[in-house]
């Protein structure tokens, strides 16, 4: 049987080539754009830039985050594998952009903040959300019963994610040195830095949907295999 | 250009390219 019955997306989406080919051109778009067309910030110059892609890769991690999140409900409330396999991939592809969140990071705070890492609370509840999901990936390739892996990997996705809203609100509610971007009521971001960040994050969530439908048809290939 | 901010973005081509060949490379593996 499909594991990934109901999630077979390649008949209703252009093939591979053409979504990598989307996501490389839509990526040379923000390339572009964050270094030709959004202004230099006054008090951090160049290095503000790194903004652009951390956030769009931050939103990314955290919308992939959701989606395990979400695949792991399911999957609790009917068994059906193919909710299994969405919150597996998703939850791959979540530590990949949140990895590179991370580490750009580090690379933005040393020469704004002097240092590459402070315990700030939002940067440990980082480091913990990065701790937690990579012990996900650790779950997900150990135990050799599926069932229970998925049933056990649900809990945890579930679990985990909880870091998501945390980290969301650790720089409203304590006291942070990390900058907060969108409040509640306006953004203090120029025009054509906005509409950098939007594109940014747009390219972002085009290539996290091009990973998961190739993630997804992956397992449903290896799956044919077995 | 600031070396940070080439570094950061260096890091961020790299991420998502390693990760797309790694799915290309995943899928010409099960295919065999």
Known sequence: ??????????KRIPPDWVMILIGGLLLLLSLWMVFFYAPEEMTMGAVQKIFYFHVASAWVGFFAFFITFLGGVLYLMVSAEKWDVLAKSSAEIGFVFISMTLVTG?????????VFWTWDPRL???????LLYFSYSLLRKSSSDRNSEARLAAV???IAFITVPLSWFAIRIWRTIHPQIFSGSSTALP???????????????FIYFSFLIQRINLERKSDMMD | ?????????????????????????RKKKSKR
């Open chain 1, 156 to 158: 945890f996705g579930i």
């Open chain 1, 191 to 205: 025009h054509k830095m906005m509409v950098t960040l939007i594109v940014s994050i747009f390219t972002f969530t």
């Open chain 1, 106 to 114: 580090m690379l933005w705070a040393k020469p704004v903040w002097g």
């Open chain 1, 1 to 10: 049987m499909d594991k990934t019955e109901g999630l077979n997306l390649k």
């Open chain 1, 124 to 130: 440990t509840i980082s480091a913990v959300q990065w």
């Open chain 2, 1 to 25: 250009m600031n070396l940070y901010l080439l570094l950061a973005y260096l890091f961020f081509l790299v991420g998502i390219v390693a990760y797309q060949v790694s799915l290309i490379l």
